[in-house]
Nanobody, 125 residues
Framework: VQLQASGGGLVQAGGSLRLSCAAS????????MGWFRQPPGKEREFVASIPWYYGSSSYAASVKGRFNALRDNAKNTVYLQMNSLKSEDTAVYYC???????????????????WGQGTLVTVSS
């Protein structure tokens, strides 16, 4: 599967952005999907995950209540709605598909095997 992330850009603190991740060459409907980010000079970190079944998404504590991760299986696309953005949200954001079909992955990036190319989000203060 190929994952194409888009929607990044420059936004002022307090603003919103919606990232999209479109999949091609494979399905996402039976896989957990994750969002990760890599701030400048730091390691990649978990942001959110969306289970393959219709359950609740999981979030990093730093984004909970501000970000909302969604999937649209009909469009083979996942989204990350980011509100009340802060300067510390500046990062390259990646989407990823879990290794196991009908399995769980959540926060550990080693449980994801297919990655998009990343989209840069810059939040100015």
């Amino acid at each position: 599967v190929q994952l194409q992330a888009s929607g990044g850009g420059l936004v002022q603190a307090g603003g919103s952005l919606r990232l999209s991740c479109a999949a091609s060459g494979g399905t996402i409907s039976s896989y957990e999907m994750g969002w990760f980010r890599q701030p400048p000079g730091k390691e990649r970190e978990f942001v959110a995950s969306i289970p393959w079944y219709y359950g609740s998404s999981s979030y990093a504590a730093s984004v909970k209540g501000r970000f909302n991760a969604l999937r649209d299986n009909a469009k083979n696309t996942v989204y990350l709605q980011m509100n009340s953005l802060k300067s510390e949200d500046t990062a390259v954001y990646y989407c990823a598909r879990a290794k196991l079909e009908y399995g769980r992955a959540e926060r550990d990036d080693v449980d994801y095997t297919d990655w998009g190319q990343g989209t840069l989000v810059t939040v100015s203060s």
